[in-house]
């Protein structure tokens, strides 16, 4: 990162997770001085592992510690830890908000998701039919490995923009609100839209037995009990990149941390 004053800054990284471990690995080799949850007082910048504990005790003891100026870094930051950040009086900072960071994402969400098919079903990816709901970052991922390996994918999704994409990657596609006249053709769902898609009226569509894998963020977009008291296999799939593949996931978080202290830096 040339221009970026790197020693100015000394990182405290928040969590021994593998992710977390990453990171600091990547910031270290970048010319950072990284230190953990015991130098928060000392650090110009704190990572918060992603998401921080729910009930913010542990992030408010760190947030208290911190020096005025320091800036936090962390994902998908809940209540808990933006209270404990104003209380502190530093200034906190969402990395999962940055948009680069959320494309990039994808690939290992949907490596991740491949990797539960392959594990959950007795089939071969290629020749079997998949419906991905939603044609975002996340979605496009999906199908597009899906594809790649013979799958048989069809997009639903609301936007027609988004099925007019999905046709020109050569997938099949067709409005979400078509979705309950879909659902029998299919025993692999994969849900990518953060809102109610998959109620019982939907669930009861799909053939007894077949498998969601619900990709959104919190809820998910499932009935997860009437998934299973129908006799579906629904799993919320969450922090695939963390729990699949936590190194590329922290050299992700650590390459956006150093492009904000960089652009920080370069304010006048």
Known sequence: MPGVRKMQYRICVVGT????????ETLRAAG?????????????????????DAGGVESARILRA?????????????????SAAQAAGVELIDYFARPELACLNAVPTAEGCLALLMQRRERTVWESPFLVLGYG???????????????LVTVAARSAEQRAAARC???RAAPLAQ????????DAVINTVPAPVLGRAQLEKLPRGALIIDLASRPGGT???????????AEHALSLPARCAPQTAGVLVAQTVMAILQERSARP
Do not use: C, N, W
């Not at 970052?137 to 799958?151: D, E, F, P, Q, Y």
């Open 179 to 186: 979705l309950e006249q879909l659902l029998p053709g299919f």
């Open 137 to 151: 970052r996340i979605g496009r991922a999906v199908a597009g490995r899906l594809a790649a390996l013979g799958g």
């Open 32 to 52: 950072y001085e990284v230190t953990g949850a015991e130098g928060a007082g000392s650090a110009g910048a704190i990572l918060l592992p992603m998401p921080m």
């Open 223 to 233: 009935d997860f009990a009437a998934a299973a008291a129908l006799g579906l296999r």
């Open 169 to 171: 990657a050569g997938h």
């Open 17 to 24: 997770d593998a992710r977390q471990r990453a990171a600091a």
């Open 66 to 82: 911190a020096k005025p100026g320091t800036v936090v870094l962390g994902g998908r930051i809940g209540a808990a830890v933006q």
